[in-house]
């Protein structure tokens, strides 16, 4: 898998590293809030933001299934048509578990761009209780629909893991 941050021999434009640079950045934002360190952004074929989210899942008051990227996704699917959403982008911090894929997956967003992997997540997290990570990669999960979703990631891998780096050992609470 490309790991490297260099958009000419990952394939990807300089409007798609920022795009991914800046969930990383709200990814931080929400780290410094008290919430977990996720994010995710939805973009148009143009680079315009649709939708963005952080996590609401931290307990007590948090739901577990308002990850980043559902939320993200499913603001997108309010205000775009089917059509628009095969033409968007998920960029997010971290890659999509196995029920961030199944949302994406029935929004119809056509493309998924993200930093940290999910076996390099639980790296950081370990066995932490809020956050039991499935070794289910986004791309299986995606493979055994009817429809096509490009995954381009792990990319700025380091980037994104400053966010975690602390969090998931009790620095957070």
Known sequence: METSSNAETSGLSERDIALLRKSIAMSHESRDRGRHPFAALVADES????????????????????????????????????????????????????????????TGIGRVVYALSEHALL??????PENPTFSLPCREVFSRGQRR??????????????AHEGFWNGAHE
Do not use: F
């Not at 790296?123 to 932490?128: D, F, K, R, V, Y």
């Not at 490009?150 to 891998?157: A, F, H, K, T």
């Open 47 to 106: 680079g315009n933001v649709i939708a963005a989210a952080v996590n609401n899942s931290m307990p007590p008051e948090g739901d577990p299934t308002q990850h980043a990227e559902l939320v993200a996704v499913a603001q997108a699917a309010r205000v775009l048509g089917p059509e628009q959403l095969a033409r968007c982008t998920l960029y997010t911090s971290a890659e999509p578990c196995c029920m961030c894929a199944g949302a994406v997956y029935w």
């Open 149 to 162: 979703i490009e995954v381009i990631g792990p990319l700025l891998e380091d980037e994104a893991a400053h």
């Open 123 to 128: 790296g950081l997290t370990g066995s932490h």
